[in-house]
């Protein structure tokens, strides 16, 4: 199995802060690499797919970068509603597999 | 706008089977290429992806669980379900249903809303 390691593991900012989250695969997962986020008690939502597409409906402010086994999810100035746990999955082969997710707290 | 519903039973004894269903509502099950898949979340845990079927009947698995279940899929119903055979407390999870789209790689764009499932002694 490809393991996926997130960094860090929580982490707090403020309203209108830059933030990135950095995903490692244990091999290269050339760009098949998808975030989501997930706030308490609700579903994942896709935030990127592909490494850098950005969903339909998702705010501008949130990016995708990476190809092999670095990978990168930035919000360029938080917003409130951006409190949640994020989590990186790959989609390169199966079984598909997630990070252990990263939580942002307000500060 | 395409929906999809968990439902089963939240309870199920230990070394017993459980099943459950998502219904896809909105459109057809048979539309489109996509993957109908189930994934669990622990409480206070992480995701785990279970495995996945495509309107074909063709399915995969992740090998850790692969001896323990069935993925199905009943087109006249727009309907998926899985069975876990064997449940132990480890298997104390939310599941929740998702559409894998193919033509972005699979990834998740649809999301039931996720429905619990203890596993009691």
């Known amino acids: 199995d490809i393991q996926m390691t997130q960094s860090p593991s929580s982490l707090s900012a403020s309203v209108g802060d830059r933030v990135t989250i950095t995903c490692r695969a244990s091999?290269?997962?050339?760009?098949?690499l998808n975030w989501y986020q997930q706030k308490p008690g609700i579903a994942p939502k896709l935030l990127i797919y592909?490494?850098?597409s950005l969903q339909g409906g998702v705010p501008s402010r949130f990016s995708g970068s990476g190809s092999g086994t670095d990978f990168t999810l930035t919000i360029s100035s938080l917003q409130p509603e951006d409190f949640a746990t994020y989590y990186c999955?790959?989609?390169?082969?199966?079984?598909?597999?997630f990070g252990q997710g990263t939580k942002l707290e307000i500060k | 706008q395409v929906q999809l519903q968990e439902s089963g039973p939240g309870l199920v004894k230990s070394s017993q089977t459980l099943s459950l269903t998502c219904t896809v509502s909105?459109?057809?099950?048979?539309?489109?290429?996509?993957?109908w898949s189930w994934i669990r979340q622990p409480a206070g845990k992480g995701l785990e992806w279970i495995g996945r079927?495509?309107?074909?009947?063709?399915?995969n698995y992740n090998p850790s669980l692969k001896s323990r279940v069935t993925i199905s899929v009943d087109t006249s119903k727009n309907q998926f379900s899985l069975k876990l055979t064997s449940v132990t407390a480890a298997d104390t999870a939310v599941y929740y249903c998702?559409?894998?789209?193919?033509?972005?790689?699979?990834?998740?764009?649809?999301w039931g809303q996720g429905t619990m499932v203890t596993v009691s002694s």
């Open positions: 999955q790959q989609s390169y082969s199966i079984p598909y597999t």
């Open positions: 079927i495509y309107t074909s009947g063709s399915t």
């Open positions: 592909v490494a850098s």
């Open positions: 909105g459109g057809s099950i048979r539309s489109g290429s996509y993957y």
């Open positions: 998702a559409r894998g789209v193919e033509g972005r790689r699979d990834a998740f764009d649809i």
């Open positions: 091999q290269s997962i050339s760009s098949y």
